[in-house]
């Protein structure tokens, strides 16, 4: 009797509710792409994966499968030399080989994370954007924003100004010199306030080169801060004002009228806000989870 109980729970899933090892989760040291979407995330992340295939063919080329053995090579070994031949290569290339884009678990609710793979993240996002803005063509139901991420770190404030003080380096360090906004969202996390960052941020970036301005109106870079838990995500794009906070939605709609922003639905969190503008944190709760709403 013990043993069939002991085989029913593992048949049925006794321990379910663990994740398996080796899920997928974002982390520290990943690049990618960070997407919301309207309340269908299987949906998004569907439509995710076909828009950054599309576009990533075009700038890269078709992604090449793994290489393997000819019929040749093989034949001119032994059973047992092939085989550890052949083991050894498929222990090389699950090492090597990495898809050229991977899904992982976000960790905030409406967000999916693609994680990327010898693709810069800007530059394809960018690229996507710009197209869209052209076209006026419509190539998403559900996604809202698709953000870039190029660097994570630890969210915690001593981590952030550690990673940030070298990352930023590449558009404000002097003689370099640009307008610019911080955008900052915080999703499940309270490691961090909004504009204790922002005021951060701001001083890394005017140690580097005072000339370095805010401009909330139509900056040259924008640097995106989106904090999920305990990692922080950063990017600094262009043409973040021209491409509607890089909405999907926004940037691909015929400019019949003159709005002030995007506008989605009003049951979606709302997105990050840009600038400097001091401002209390309004914590809710949904879907079991508390969110940092931020705007």
């Excluded at 299987?42 to 793994?66: H, I, M, V, W």
């Excluded at 911080?182 to 000339?211: E, T």
Aim: aromatic share 6%; with cysteine.
């Amino acid at each position: 009797m013990s043993d069939t109980r002991k085989r029913s729970r593992k048949r049925f899933g006794g321990h379910a509710h663990k994740k398996q090892k080796g899920s997928r989760e974002l982390e520290v040291g990943a690049q990618g792409v960070l997407i919301t979407c309207n309340m269908n995330e299987r949906k998004c992340t569907s439509e995710a994966f076909s828009l950054l295939n599309e576009y990533a063919d075009a700038l890269y080329g078709p992604e090449q499968p793994t290489d393997s053995l000819s019929e040749d090579e093989e034949a001119d070994e032994d059973a047992e030399a092939a085989l550890k031949k052949e083991v050894s290569q498929i222990q090389l290339s699950m090492k090597t080989h990495q898809q050229r884009f991977t899904a992982v678990d976000s960790g905030a609710n409406n967000v999916v994370f693609i994680r990327t793979h010898g693709v810069d993240p800007e530059k394809l996002v960018h690229h996507i954007l710009s197209d869209l803005h052209q076209t006026k063509k419509r190539k998403s139901r559900v996604i809202l924003r698709m953000l870039p991420v190029s660097g994570t770190c630890r969210a915690f404030p001593e981590d952030m100004e550690k990673f940030l003080s070298e990352y930023l380096e590449r558009w404000f360090k002097a003689p370099l010199r640009a307008t610019y906004q911080i955008c900052f969202k915080a999703r499940n996390s309270s490691h961090s306030k909004r504009d204790d960052v922002i005021k951060a941020v701001a001083g890394l970036v005017g140690k580097m080169n005072p000339l370095n301005k805010v401009d909330l109106t139509n900056p040259e870079l924008s640097i995106i801060i989106e904090i999920i838990k305990s990692v922080c995500c950063v990017s600094v794009v262009t043409d973040y004002t021209l491409f509607r906070k890089y909405n999907l939605q926004e940037v691909a709609k015929e400019p019949t009228n003159q709005s002030t922003g995007p506008q989605e639905p009003a049951n979606q969190t709302q997105e990050h806000e840009c600038g400097e503008r001091a401002e209390g944190d309004d914590v809710s709760s949904g879907n079991g989870r508390k969110e940092a709403e931020l705007e």
